[in-house]
């Protein structure tokens, strides 16, 4: 089996794991995965560091469409069985090629692409509209949780043609973990090793809503002081979101530590993991906090609670409420054995439930259904 997989190569969110780890896991069971990116972005790079099995197709720019016959030519003259495209670049060239290529189109959606762009006037007139009639060309999809399928299927995408693979990671990778005061002396962190972290992984836009965790912290910081919060990304709500800490009186105690490659040690480093989304697939900074047995607080999106699936696997708030959350939060900053307690038994859910390996065979498990008969479930 060949599935020749098309993605920007720019991708830095969950995106860049998922078809990292699946492309792999998928070589190991003997497909054969190539991957494709369009720019020289951080996910080829890393895509070339891993070893992984992949080509430049390189556009001079967003538009530049001279690399639709590239990939024609590469389905057709390398004998691909099937065409798997991510994200909303790889989409709309997949949908112009698509009546040439003579295989089956499958494309995963890892978020809901109507808020992908949210908070971008250009972004989300052009790119949101293009991704949106883009999407309606394939044959197939696959979605990372039951909720995003559900999406789908409400904006009138045929059930049988959707499947369902979660995100998973491999809980045996080895990672290079630091010691705390080191993490911190790399990252000009003053504040002591005893005292209290909370953090968050993700690109700073608008759907990721961190004015419900920089409100939250300012809560947390008037009950104690030494609690310091980590945003660990960047976007184009950095600024606004700088502004709204100053004017919270809580910069001392909030950093923001920009785009990291490896955000592993800072995540190891972390006395709760949280996730403020507005919306969200199944996300890999939770996955990776569970990995490191990191308890969360994550808002009631998408997937999400299938990984916090009870009170003794991490807390769940509603969407924008920010009290809640702070409640949370001063409640686990306040008990270390149940931080231990909830990360522990987040670490062993996710090992069992969202693991790489049963990513991987789902996925084949829809490749050869598709391939041998056009069925997806």
């Known amino acids: 089996m060949k599935v020749l997989h098309l993605i920007s190569g720019g991708d830095t969110g969950g ?12 070589s190991q069971h003997n497909v054969e995965a190539r991957l494709a990116c369009f720019m020289e972005g951080p996910f080829y790079q890393e895509a070339v560091q891993l070893g992984l099995n992949v080509v430049l197709l390189k556009q001079l720019r967003r ?9 024609v030519r590469m389905v057709r003259d390398d004998g691909y069985d099937l065409l798997h495209a991510h994200g909303a670049r790889a989409n ?27 908070g971008s006037l250009y972004k989300n ?11 309606r060309r394939f044959d197939y999809y696959v979605t990372v949780s039951e909720e995003l399928r559900q999406v789908l299927m409400a904006r009138g995408f045929a059930a049988d043609r959707i499947s369902v693979i979660t995100n998973g990671i491999d809980f045996d990778a080895k ?3 630091p010691p705390k005061d080191q993490v911190l002396a790399a990252n000009g962190l003053a504040f002591g090793p005893d005292d209290l972290v909370v953090g968050t992984v993700g690109r700073l836009s608008r759907v990721k809503d961190y004015p419900t965790l920089l409100r939250a912290a300012a809560e ?8 310091h919060f980590l945003i660990v990304g960047d976007g ?9 800490a100053q004017s919270l009186r809580i910069l001392p105690n909030v950093h923001f530590l920009g785009f990291h490659a490896n955000p ?12 403020t989304s507005i919306s969200e697939g199944l996300p890999y900074a939770l996955l990776e906090g569970a990995r490191l047995a990191v308890p969360a607080v994550s808002t009631r999106v998408g997937g999400v609670p299938h990984l916090i699936a009870d009170d003794e696997k991490g807390r769940l708030f509603e969407v924008g409420d920010h009290r809640q959350l702070a409640a949370h939060l001063i409640t686990l900053l306040g008990d270390r054995e149940m931080r231990r307690r909830l990360g522990t038994n987040l670490r062993e859910h996710a090992r069992q439930n969202f693991s790489v390996e049963r990513m991987a065979t789902r996925q084949i498990e829809i490749y050869k259904g598709i391939i041998e008969g056009g069925r997806v479930r």
């Open 125 to 135: 007139l052009v790119y949101t509209t293009l991704n949106s009639l883009a999407l």
């Open 92 to 118: 709309f060239l997949v949908a112009l090629v698509k009546g040439r290529l003579g295989v089956p189109c499958l494309t995963t959606v890892h978020s809901d692409y109507r808020l992908d762009f949210l």
């Open 63 to 71: 538009y530049d469409l001279s690399v639709l016959r590239a990939i």
């Open 236 to 244: 184009e709500e950095r600024a606004a979101l700088e502004s709204l």
């Open 264 to 275: 592993h040690p800072l995540l190891n480093i972390l006395d709760v993991n949280v996730l």
């Open 175 to 177: 990672l290079h973990l």
């Open 15 to 26: 995106a860049k794991p998922h078809v990292h780890s699946l492309v792999r896991s998928l």
């Open 220 to 227: 947390v910081v008037a009950t104690q002081p030494r609690a």
